[in-house]
C-alpha cells in the first residue's frame, strides 16, 4: 500500500503562484509514475502533470508553460510549481501514484480569485 498527503493548497490571486507538494509513504519502489489531477465543481477529474520514474513529464495543454511538476530521486516529496495562476484553475488538486494499482491523496483546494 501507498500513502499520499498533499499540502500547500490556498487562496491566490489570478497571475500569483502556489506550490503544492505530495509526501509518499509505504511501499513506495512499487511507484512507477506520480502525478497530479484536479477536479472543479461540477466536472470531471483531469489530469494536470505526469511523471515517470526516468523523469519524463507530461503536461495538459491547459497548464502547459505555467505548471512545472518535479520530484526528489526517492520519489518524494512531488511537486506541483503553478504560476501564473487563472480563475480556471481553481479545483481541487489530487496527488496521484501508479505501480499496479492507482493511488490518491484526499486533495487539497486552491482558489484563484480573479
Known amino acids: 500500500q501507498v500513502q499520499l498527503v498533499e499540502s500547500g493548497g490556498g487562496l491566490v490571486q489570478a497571475g500569483g503562484s502556489l506550490r503544492l507538494s505530495c509526501a509518499a509513504s509505504g511501499n513506495i519502489f512499487s511507484i512507477s509514475r506520480m502525478g497530479w489531477f484536479r477536479q472543479a465543481p461540477g466536472k470531471q477529474r483531469e489530469l494536470v502533470a505526469t511523471?515517470?520514474?526516468?523523469?519524463?513529464?507530461n503536461y495538459a495543454d491547459s497548464v502547459k508553460g505555467r505548471f512545472t511538476i518535479s520530484r526528489d530521486n526517492a520519489k518524494t516529496p512531488l511537486y506541483l510549481q503553478m504560476n501564473s495562476l487563472k480563475p480556471e484553475d481553481t479545483a481541487v488538486y489530487f496527488c496521484?501514484?501508479?505501480?499496479?494499482?492507482?493511488?490518491w491523496g484526499q486533495g487539497t483546494q486552491v482558489t484563484v480569485s480573479s
Open positions: 496521484w501514484g501508479y505501480g499496479s494499482l492507482n493511488y
Open positions: 511523471i515517470t520514474n526516468g523523469g519524463s513529464t
